[in-house]
C-alpha cells in the first residue's frame, strides 16, 4: 500500500479551477431560453395585502408574466411542509411561496415578475404597487411575550410558539446547597451567514412527463426535492434537484425557500427555464439570520469554585415564520453543559415569534450562544471568588477518565446524550502554555507604558458533530479504472471533493487524482440529508470508507478468479492489483471493472456480482462529541474603545484529521466568523422592524486586517463511534471564539470594571467603559 | 474636433468595439452577460465585496500600469482606451498557473470559491506592482474583499509568497511577458477624439478635452457627470435610478493632472484618490495615513478627490482634511471659471454651491508652511472600507510653543463638511507647553457641533472624539505622546513637534 493519504495535507482538487474562474455557480448556468424573476417584498413588517396592481409591470418592456399567489392556483397552494416537524410546534409555520393574506417581516415575497433579462425583471418590479394595511408590529423580543404586546402573527393568540426544557439532576437541591448563587442576564446577538454567494434558483418544468428539474444554491438539495415534491404532490423521482458549487453556506443556506417553490411554480405555469439570483439587499431581508438571545441564568458554584449546576430562561427570537421548526432553541437545549461536569441543570427556551425575517441555525447555530453564557458564568464566578479562571475550569471540567461521559440532557431523537471522547483540560492548558498566559503579566505591563490595555481571553466548548441518521455513498471504479465516488452531501467549500477522495484512494490503492467525487446531485445519488451540523466527515465519509472497503474486497476477489492466486497473497497499488512478491503477476482496477461490467454471451468471474461497486449508508445512532479551547490577547486604545486583536490560539480536538490542512482552514474561518459576531456583526432592526444595516457599508464583516494570526494546535482522541476515528470540524472555530474575545476585552479593562454581559460590542461601547478616557 | 461613436478596449491583446450599450450598462453586465465570461462574480453590487474586482491597465508614461477595480459599480463605457484583464486571463494558454494563483492553490487560499476571482484580481494587481511586499501591502490591497470562509490568512500568505518569489521579469506571468506589446497597442488607442455613444436623449460621452467637456455639459445641463463612478455606480445598481445622459470625466486630457505649484498643488477633478495618494503623503504622513483608508484600493483606483467634493456628503473623507489646510476650489461652467474657499462650497445638507452646467475643474491644496504642524484621525468601527464615524483634520500655526491660528475641520459632526470656529479660535494664544491652556478650546468645541446619533455612532461619542481627538493632536503636537494608535497610525514623537 502506497503512502496514506488519510490525515496528510494535500492540496485540494478543487482548486484548479476554482483559481481560474472556472468554478460554476447557480448563476453561471444558462440553460437555452431561460427567463429572469424578480420579487416584489413587503415593506412592512406586518400587515394585511389590501390589493396588488400590477397593470404597468404587466406592460413593461421584455416583461413575460407576472403572479401573485393564486395564479398558481393549478399547482400548488397554502403554506409549504414544515421541513422539520417538532412536536410542540403546531403548525405549519411556514411561508407560502407568495404571500397572499398577512405579511409578516419586511422582505416577505408578494409577487413575482418573469421578464427577458433579470434588470428588467427588476424594473417592472418597482412598478408593481403593492396595497398593504399595516397591522401592529412585535419588533421587540424582551416585549413579545407581554400580555399587551403587539401579535407578530395573527392568527395566534400570542407570541410565543413553544418552550423547551430540558432538565437534570436535584435542581433544588443543588442550588439551595450551593456556597454561591450568582444571577446573571446576557444578550447574544449573532448576524446572517453573509456567503459571498447569494441564493439563486433555476427550475425547469417538463409538463408531458411532469418532471422537475432544479439548481439551487443549497446545503440541502434533497430537502429541497422532498420539501417541494410534497407540496406539489409530484414523485420525489420526477424532482431532480441539483447543488452545482456553491459559494459558501453558513447555514441559512439549509433551509427551504418560498423562493425556491416560486421558481418552481413559474417554471410549472411559462414551461421555459425560470432563474432568480438574490441581489444582497434581499439576502439581508429575506435569507434566514440568527440575531438574539436573552439568557436569564443563575449559576451555582462551591467554594472551592465548581462550578454546580445551571438553571434559566432564554428568550429566543424566531421570526416570523418557523421553517426549520425548532433546531436553533433544540441546539442551544443539546449544548448544555458544556464542558462542565454539572450536577443539576434546568434550562427553558421561550420560542418567540416577532416580526423579523426567520432565525435559522448560521455557523454553530446556537452553539456558540450557549458557549458564550457558559464562559461568561465561569467567568463571573471567577471574579466572584477571587479565583483565576483558568482554575474555575480545571476543577469544573468533566475528566478524560469520566469518558465516555452522560450529560443528563437528551439528544433531538430522544435518547440520552453521551460524550464518547476528548480530555477538555490538556487542551485548556495547551492553550495557556501556548499563548504562554505566564508572561502575560510582563506583556500587559509593557503594554500599558504605550498607553494600551491588554487582556487575555479564555474559552472553552464542547461541539456536538455528526449529526445522523446519514448520508450514504457509492464507490464505483469506471472501465477506465477511475474511482468514482457519489454522494448526497453537498459542499460549500469544506473540500469534500478532496477528503472523500481522501478516503477512497487510501481504500482502493489508487493516487488521489484518479477519484473524482461527484456531490448533491439527486439524478445521480438516491438520498441525501444535509451539510449541517459538522456532520459530513463523520456520515458521508464513514460511507465512503465502508463503500470503498467493500469495492476493494470486490476487486480482490474477482482478481483472484483471473490471477488464480489467493485473495491474501493480492495487493492493490497505483490501480494495480497484483501477488505480493510476483509483482508481474497482475491486472489493473480497469481491467476488474471491465470484467465485472459484463460482456455479452460471456459469464461473469466466479459468480461475482456485476458492476466493481458499492453503495454503503454510515448510520451516525450517537453523536461525536469534539471539543476545544481557546485563548486570545486584545489591545485596547483607551481613547477611542477601538479593540485589536493580537494573538489568538486554538487547541481543537476533531478526533482523527483527515486532512489537517482543510481542518485548519474550517477553524480559522470559523474562528474570524466568531470575531466578526463579537465586534464588528450587528443586524439592527428599528421598532417597526426595518432593517438599519442591510449592506455591508453598513453591516459590517471582518476583513483582512482584522484578522489576527490564528495559531492552531490539534488533540486528537479518535470517536469510537465511526469507522474514521472522526468528529466534525466545520463549526468548532467560530463556537467559543465571541466568548473568548469578551472575555479578553472585559480582563483589559481590568478587575474592577463592568462585567460584559452580551455581544457584539462596539468601540464606544467599550470606550465608555474605560473610567481612563481622556475626557 | 474628431468625434467616434464606439468604444474601444483592449482584451487578449485584441481590440475590442462595441458601438451599442445603454449609458448605464456596467462593466460586470458587459462581461457575465454580454460576453458570456462567468469567471468575474457578483457578491454584492455595490462595491464592497470585491468579488467583482477585474483589472485595467493604462499607459503612465509608456509603461502600462495596473489597477484592480470593482466592474460591478464601474460603466462600460468608463474603460474607454484600457486594457481589461479577468480572471479567465492569467493562466497561460496551456492551463500553466499564474504564480498568484499557484500560491493560492498551495496555501488553501479559496474555500467555496466564490470570493476567488476577485481575491486572485487583487492579488494579480499587486504582483504587477513593483515595490516591495509585506504584509500591510496585502492587507491594504485586500481592504476591498472580503471572504467569508477562510478568515484571509492563507489568502495573505498566498500575496506574500508569490510576491516573494517576484523577480524583475516576473517569469509565469505572461501578461507581464507582453507588456511591452501592449503599450504600443494602447498607445494606438489615444486618438484624442471625444467619444459619444448613443442619441441627443440617451448617451455616454467621454469628452476629450476641457473644451469638449464645457460644450456638452452646457448643452446637456441634466446630463450626469461621472467621475469614478463609486457613488453614480450605486445609483444605479442599488436605487435603481435611469440615467440616461452620462458624460465621463476620465478621457478629458488634464483633468486628472495633478500639478505641483510654489505653494501646494493642484489637483484636477478626475484625479483618483490613488493618483494623489503620494502627494498627500508627501504634505503630511496623516494624510497618507487617511488616504489609505479610503474606501479599498478598487475604490481609490476610480473614486476621484472632485467626485468626493462635488456629491457633497457630510461624511466624505477628503474634504475636512482639505478644508484644514485650506484649500480652494475651482469650478467651470462655459468658458467661465471661479474659485472660492473649499468650506464655502458645502452650503448645507444635500445643498452646494454649483450652478446647472457647471463642474468642479480643480482643487489647490497649499502645502504647510515652516512651523505649520497637522494632524488627520479617521473613526471608523472597521480599519479598512468603513464609512467614517469621525473624521478631523487640523492645521496649527505655531510660534514657538504658541499658537498663532488653528484651522479645525470635522466630518461627520453636522450636515456638511464643517469648521470648528469656537475651538480654532479659542486655541490662538495657548501654548503646546501648557495643558490648561488648552481647556478652553476643549470645552469650545463641543459647543461648535452638535452632531446627530446614528448607526455608526451616537451623538455623545461623536462629541466625546471630537473632543479626545483635539486633545490627542495637542499632546501629539507638543510631542508628549506616548499613545500609538492603530486607529490613528503610528508616528514617532521625534517627528511630532515641528
Ligand atoms: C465601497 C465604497 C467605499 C467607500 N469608502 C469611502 C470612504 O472611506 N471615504 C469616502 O470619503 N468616500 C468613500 N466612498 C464614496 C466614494 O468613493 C467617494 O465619494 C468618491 O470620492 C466619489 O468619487 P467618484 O469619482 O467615484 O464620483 P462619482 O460617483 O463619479 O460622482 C459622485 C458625484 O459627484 C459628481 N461629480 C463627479 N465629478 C464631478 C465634477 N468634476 N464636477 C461636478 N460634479 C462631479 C457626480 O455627478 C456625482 O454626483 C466609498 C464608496 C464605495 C463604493
Ligand atoms: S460585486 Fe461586490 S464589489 Fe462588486
Ligand atoms: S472562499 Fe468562500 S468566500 Fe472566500
Same mark, same amino acid.
Given at each position: 500500500m502506497g503512502a496514506r493519504l488519510f490525515g496528510a495535507s494535500v492540496q485540494r482538487l478543487e482548486d484548479a479551477r476554482l483559481v481560474t474562474g472556472r468554478g460554476r455557480y447557480v448563476d453561471d448556468i444558462h440553460p437555452a431560453g431561460v427567463v429572469h424573476a424578480a420579487f416584489v417584498r413587503s415593506s412592512l413588517a406586518h400587515g394585511l395585502i389590501q390589493s396588488i396592481d400590477t397593470s404597468v409591470a404587466r406592460t413593461m418592456p421584455g416583461v413575460l408574466a407576472v403572479y401573485v399567489m393564486s395564479d398558481f392556483a393549478a399547482f400548488a397552494s397554502g403554506p409549504l411542509p414544515q421541513l422539520a416537524p417538532h412536536p410542540l410546534i403546531q403548525g405549519p409555520i411556514t411561508y407560502e411561496p407568495l404571500a397572499s393574506g398577512e405579511v409578516r417581516h419586511v422582505g416577505e415575497a408578494i409577487a413575482m415578475v418573469l421578464a427577458t433579462s433579470r434588470a428588467e425583471a427588476e424594473d417592472a418590479a418597482e412598478r408593481i404597487n403593492l396595497d398593504i394595511e399595516p397591522l401592529p408590529v412585535a419588533a421587540d423580543l424582551a416585549h413579545a411575550l407581554d400580555p399587551d404586546a403587539p401579535k407578530a402573527r395573527s392568527e395566534r393568540a400570542d407570541n410565543r410558539l413553544a418552550t423547551l426544557k430540558t432538565a437534570f439532576g436535584d435542581v433544588a437541591g443543588t442550588f439551595a446547597r450551593a456556597d454561591h448563587v450568582l444571577k446573571e442576564t446576557f444578550t447574544v446577538h449573532r448576524g446572517g451567514c453573509h456567503s459571498m454567494e447569494t441564493r439563486g434558483v433555476i427550475a425547469t418544468f417538463d409538463a408531458d412527463d411532469r418532471r422537475l428539474e432544479m439548481w439551487t444554491s443549497s446545503q440541502s438539495p434533497y430537502l429541497v426535492r422532498r420539501n417541494l415534491a410534497s407540496y406539489f404532490g409530484l414523485d420525489e423521482s420526477a424532482v431532480r434537484v441539483r447543488a452545482p458549487d456553491v459559494g459558501g453556506g453558513f447555514g441559512p443556506k439549509a433551509a427551504v425557500y418560498p423562493e425556491e417553490a416560486a421558481v418552481a411554480l413559474a417554471a410549472m405555469m411559462t414551461g421555459k427555464p425560470v432563474k432568480w439570483i438574490e441581489d444582497r439587499s434581499e439576502h439581508f431581508l429575506a435569507t434566514t439570520q440568527q440575531r438574539d438571545q436573552i439568557w436569564e441564568l443563575e449559576v451555582a458554584a462551591s467554594n472551592d469554585g465548581r462550578l454546580l449546576g445551571v438553571r434559566g430562561r432564554c428568550l429566543h427570537d424566531n421570526g416570523a415564520y418557523a421553517p426549520y421548526g425548532a433546531i436553533l432553541p433544540a441546539t442551544a437545549l443539546g449544548s448544555f453543559p458544556g464542558p462542565y461536569a454539572l450536577e443539576a441543570l434546568d434550562i427553558s427556551i421561550d420560542i418567540v415569534l416577532t416580526n423579523l425575517v426567520p432565525t435559522t441555525p448560521v455557523r454553530g447555530a446556537s452553539r456558540p450562544s450557549v458557549a458564550f453564557v457558559l464562559e461568561r458564568l465561569a467567568d463571573r464566578v471567577a471574579r466572584h471568588l477571587g479565583l483565576p479562571r483558568e482554575e474555575i475550569r480545571r476543577r469544573s471540567f468533566i475528566r478524560v477518565e469520566q469518558m465516555p461521559y452522560v450529560t443528563g440532557t437528551k439528544a433531538r431523537d430522544g435518547s440520552p446524550i453521551s460524550y464518547d471522547s476528548g480530555d477538555y483540560t490538556a487542551a485548556l492548558n495547551l492553550v495557556l502554555d501556548k499563548i504562554d498566559a505566564d508572561g502575560f503579566a510582563a506583556r500587559r505591563a509593557e503594554a500599558a507604558s504605550r498607553g494600551k490595555l491588554l487582556g487575555l481571553g479564555l474559552a472553552s466548548c464542547v461541539e456536538d458533530t455528526g449529526l445522523g441518521p446519514f448520508e450514504g455513498a457509492t464507490v464505483r471504479v469506471s472501465s477506465r479504472g477511475r474511482v468514482i465516488v457519489t454522494t448526497g452531501a453537498a459542499s460549500q467549500g469544506q473540500g469534500h471533493q478532496t477528503t472523500l477522495a481522501q478516503i477512497a484512494a487510501d481504500a482502493l490503492g489508487v493516487s488521489l487524482e484518479n477519484v473524482s467525487v461527484e456531490a448533491a446531485d439527486s439524478g445521480k445519488f438516491p438520498l441525501g440529508i444535509s451539510t449541517i451540523a459538522s456532520r459530513v466527515a463523520v456520515t458521508a465519509g464513514s460511507s465512503v470508507e465502508l463503500a470503498a472497503q467493500q469495492v476493494r474486497r470486490k476487486a480482490l476477489k474477482t482478481a483472484s478468479h483471473l490471477l488464480e492466486a489467493a485473495e491474501d497473497d493480492l495487493e492493490i497499488e497505483n490501480g494495480v492489483v497484483f501477488v505480493k512478491g510476483a509483482s508481474d503477476v497482475k491486472v489493473t482496477l480497469a481491467t476488474l471493472a471491465q470484467s465485472l461490467a459484463g460482456t455479452a454471451g460471456m459469464r461473469l468471474p466466479g459468480g461475482i456480482e456485476p458492476d466493481l461497486a458499492a453503495t454503503a449508508y454510515f448510520e451516525s445512532t450517537a453523536l461525536t462529541f469534539a471539543h476545544g479551547s481557546n485563548a486570545c490577547e486584545v489591545e485596547v486604545d483607551p481613547e477611542t474603545g477601538d479593540v485589536r486583536i493580537t494573538r489568538y490560539v486554538v487547541a481543537h480536538d476533531c478526533g482523527r484529521l483527515i486532512n489537517p490542512l482543510i481542518v485548519d482552514g474550517q477553524i480559522r474561518g470559523g474562528v474570524i466568523h466568531g470575531i466578526g459576531n463579537a465586534l464588528y456583526e450587528r443586524m439592527i432592526h428599528d421598532d417597526q422592524g426595518q432593517p438599519l444595516t442591510a449592506t455591508y457599508a453598513d453591516y459590517l464583516l471582518p476583513m483582512a486586517s482584522e484578522m489576527p494570526n490564528i495559531e492552531i494546535y490539534h488533540l486528537e482522541s479518535p470517536s469510537p463511534r465511526n469507522p474514521l476515528g472522526v468528529k466534525g470540524a466545520g463549526e468548532g472555530g467560530t463556537i467559543p471564539a465571541a466568548a473568548c474575545v469578551i472575555s479578553a476585552i472585559e480582563d483589559a479593562i481590568g478587575p474592577g470594571g463592568t462585567f460584559l454581559r452580551h455581544h457584539p460590542i462596539s468601540f464606544e461601547e467599550v470606550a465608555g467603559l474605560i473610567d481612563t478616557r481622556t475626557i | 474636433m474628431t468625434m467616434r461613436s464606439s468604444l474601444r478596449y483592449l482584451h487578449r491583446g485584441e481590440i475590442r468595439d462595441v458601438s451599442h450599450f445603454g449609458p448605464m450598462t456596467t462593466l460586470l453586465d458587459h462581461l457575465r452577460l454580454e460576453r458570456g465570461l462567468k469567471g468575474t462574480k457578483e457578491g454584492c453590487n455595490e462595491g464592497d465585496c470585491g468579488a467583482c474586482t477585474v483589472v485595467l491597465g493604462r499607459l503612465v508614461d509608456g509603461h502600462v500600469s495596473y489597477r484592480p477595480v470593482n466592474?460591478? %459599480? &464601474? =460603466? =462600460? #463605457? &468608463? %474603460?474607454? #482606451?484600457e486594457e481589461l484583464i479577468t480572471i479567465e486571463d492569467l493562466a497561460a494558454s496551456d492551463g500553466t498557473l499564474h504564480p498568484v494563483q499557484s500560491a493560492m492553490v498551495d496555501l488553501h487560499g479559496s474555500q467555496c470559491g466564490y470570493c476567488t476571482p476577485g481575491i486572485v484580481m487583487s492579488l494579480f494587481a499587486l504582483y504587477q506592482a513593483d515595490g516591495p511586499v509585506g504584509r500591510s501591502e496585502v492587507t491594504d490591497q485586500l481592504a476591498g474583499n472580503l471572504c467569508r470562509c477562510t478568515g484571509y490568512r492563507p489568502i495573505v500568505d498566498a500575496a506574500l509568497s508569490a510576491c516573494a518569489a517576484r523577480t524583475e521579469n516576473k517569469p509565469g506571468d505572461h501578461v507581464a511577458s507582453k507588456s511591452a506589446e501592449t503599450a504600443v497597442k494602447l498607445a494606438s488607442l489615444r486618438d484624442g477624439a471625444d467619444l459619444f455613444v448613443g442619441s441627443q436623449t440617451s448617451f455616454f460621452a467621454a469628452p476629450a478635452s476641457i473644451e469638449s467637456l464645457a460644450t456638452l455639459y452646457h448643452q446637456h445641463p441634466d446630463a450626469i457627470l461621472v467621475a469614478g463612478a463609486t457613488d453614480v455606480g450605486l445609483w444605479i445598481t442599488k436605487q435603481l435610478r435611469q440615467l440616461p445622459k452620462i458624460i465621463h470625466l476620465g478621457r478629458v486630457v488634464g483633468l486628472a493632472e495633478v500639478h505641483e505649484t510654489a505653494d501646494g498643488l493642484t489637483i484636477g477633478a478626475a484625479a483618483t484618490f490613488s493618483d494623489v495618494e503620494a502627494h498627500m503623503t508627501a504634505i503630511d504622513p496623516d494624510l497618507g495615513e487617511v488616504w489609505r483608508r479610503i474606501g479599498s484600493k478598487q475604490v481609490r483606483a476610480s473614486g476621484t478627490v472632485g467626485g468626493n467634493i462635488a456629491n457633497g456628503s457630510p461624511i466624505g473623507d477628503s474634504p475636512p482634511a482639505l478644508i484644514a489646510l485650506d484649500a480652494t476650489l475651482t469650478l467651470q461652467k462655459g468658458d467661465d471659471t471661479r474659485k472660492m474657499p473649499l468650506e464655502a462650497y458645502f452650503i448645507a445638507y444635500g445643498k452646494q454651491d454649483r450652478k446647472p452646467g457647471e463642474f468642479v475643474r480643480s482643487i489647490h491644496v497649499p502645502r504647510l508652511k515652516p512651523h505649520q504642524v497637522f494632524r488627520a484621525y479617521k473613526i471608523s468601527k472597521r480599519f479598512d472600507q468603513d464609512i467614517s464615524a469621525v473624521m478631523s483634520a487640523f492645521r496649527l500655526t505655531l510660534e514657538g510653543d504658541f499658537i498663532r491660528e488653528a484651522r479645525i475641520a470635522f466630518g461627520g459632526m453636522a450636515a456638511t463638511p464643517k469648521r470648528a470656529h469656537g475651538a480654532e479660535k479659542a486655541l490662538v494664544g495657548a501654548s503646546l507647553a501648557d495643558e490648561a491652556s488648552w481647556a478652553a478650546a476643549l470645552a469650545a468645541i463641543r459647543a461648535d457641533f452638535t452632531p446627530l446619533s446614528d448607526m455608526r455612532a451616537s451623538a455623545t461619542y461623536r462629541s466625546d472624539t471630537a473632543a479626545a481627538l483635539l486633545e490627542k493632536a495637542l499632546i501629539e503636537i507638543a510631542g508628549t505622546s506616548t499613545h500609538a494608535t492603530r486607529v490613528t497610525g503610528h508616528r514617532p514623537v521625534s517627528e511630532a513637534a515641528e
Open positions: - | 466592474a460591478c %459599480i &464601474q =460603466l =462600460l #463605457g &468608463q %474603460i474607454d #482606451g
